[in-house]
């Protein structure tokens, strides 16, 4: 199956709210933006969509589990998300974990999908 692009979508019946936070946590404002439709990010190659769903498939969404999905973000100082993450109202919940391949934290978004910040260990 030949695919030109892949991005992660996000549906959300609170899009605006969603749209809000990941605005001020990626710094950087939806491109492009269709207020209570649509919105997306490019962060290094990445593309992130968020997306209100229609009336008739609001059902869909709404039963799914929250935290399913784990939305990988890679930060170059861990303790910085931290505070930048507590600054918006969303403090991780639990430690900082220490793993082989670094240190990562886990967080949620307004919706309930699961955050991991991930910084790697520095090289040396």
Same mark, same amino acid.
């Given at each position: 199956?030949?695919?030109? %692009?892949?991005?992660?979508?996000?549906? %959300?019946?609170? !899009?605006?709210? !969603?749209?809000?936070?990941?605005?001020?946590?990626?710094?950087?404002?939806?491109?492009?933006?269709?207020?209570?439709?649509?919105?997306?990010?490019?962060?290094?190659?990445?593309? !992130?969509?968020?997306?209100?769903?229609?009336?008739?498939?609001?059902?869909?969404?709404?039963?799914?589990?929250?935290?399913?999905?784990?939305?990988?973000?890679?930060?170059?100082?861990?303790?910085?998300?931290?505070?930048? !993450?507590?600054?918006?109202?969303?403090?991780?919940?639990?430690?900082?974990?220490?793993?082989?391949?670094?240190?990562?934290?886990?967080?949620?978004?307004?919706?309930?999908?699961?955050?991991?910040?991930?910084?790697?260990?520095?090289?040396?």
């Amino acid at each position: 199956m030949p695919c030109s %692009s892949a991005y992660v979508a996000i549906a %959300s019946v609170e !899009l605006d709210r !969603l749209v809000a936070f990941y605005r001020d946590l990626l710094g950087q404002a939806p491109q492009p933006h269709w207020p209570q439709r649509y919105a997306e990010f490019n962060q290094g190659g990445f593309k !992130l969509g968020l997306f209100k769903p229609q009336a008739s498939h609001t059902d869909e969404f709404s039963s799914h589990h929250p935290g399913a999905m784990s939305l990988c973000l890679e930060v170059t100082d861990l303790d910085q998300a931290i505070a930048h !993450l507590t600054e918006l109202g969303y403090p991780p919940p639990g430690p900082i974990l220490t793993t082989s391949h670094g240190r990562e934290i886990y967080a949620y978004d307004p919706d309930g999908n699961r955050l991991i910040l991930h910084q790697p260990p520095k090289a040396g």
